[in-house]
């Protein structure tokens, strides 16, 4: 089965701090790993996903294919990155698999 | 830029009624998908559709059907409302890769927050 977790509800963290927001999954083959984010009132976009190994808005996250993680990291928070985090992937098929998001909260 | 346009940002409805939810793409994809999205649960899908008049359960299908009679467009459809189905419900749409191989995303439209009173 296809399955994507992440363990933290909320993550607060202050400003210029490091933050890390958790994702594992479960699936057998190969996935396709993203980060999707929401911001206040805007419609839910493509933050990155891991094939382009690219940084976006200073966020990275590496595949880790042994400990099925896909980990979402950034040096130094930023009060802007205040969002919903939601981990997504896409294995069988051509749907798409979410976890249950993360908000992240950053304080000046 | 990809749009995928929900009609409605906000409906309020009564419990009993038929509700249609409806979604367009610009993008000429194939897929298209309908979530429900409430906090602490995410994003759960509904149903999705990888061609014109297919469609395929998603993870909660009850209570729901959905219609996709042209490529861009793929409504939502509560039969009979009910007040547990008050969320926020998001459309979103894709490329069909062929095999299930290869990259793309799902692009997603503003979500309607429907009440069911």
């Known amino acids: ?108 | 830029d990809v749009k995928v346009t929900q009609s409605s940002r906000y409906l309020v409805k009564r419990t009993g009624e038929k509700v249609f939810l409806e979604c367009v793409q610009d993008m000429d994809h194939e897929n298209m998908f309908w979530y429900r999205q409430d906090p602490g649960l995410g994003l759960r899908l509904i149903y999705f559709s990888y061609d014109v008049k297919m469609k395929e359960k998603g993870d909660i299908p009850e209570g729901y059907s959905v219609s996709r009679e042209k490529k861009e467009r793929f409504s939502l459809i509560l039969e009979s409302a009910s007040t547990n189905q008050t969320s926020m419900y998001l459309c979103a749409s894709s490329l069909f890769l062929w095999g299930g191989r290869g990259s793309t995303e799902a692009f997603f439209g503003q979500g309607t927050r429907l009440t069911v009173v």
């Open chain 1, 1 to 108: 089965a296809q399955r994507v977790t992440q363990p933290e509800k909320l993550l607060s963290v202050f400003k210029g701090a490091p933050v890390e927001l958790k994702c594992n999954y479960s699936y057998s083959g190969s996935p396709e790993l993203f980060w999707y984010v929401q911001y206040s009132r805007q419609r839910l976009q493509l933050l990155l996903r891991h094939i382009s190994r690219e940084s976006i808005k200073g966020f990275t996250a590496d595949l880790n294919k042994g400990e099925t993680s896909f980990h979402l990291k950034k040096p130094f928070a930023q009060e802007e990155d205040s969002a919903m985090y939601y981990c997504a992937l896409r294995g069988y098929g051509q749907n798409f698999v979410f976890g249950p998001g993360t908000r992240l909260s950053v304080l000046p």
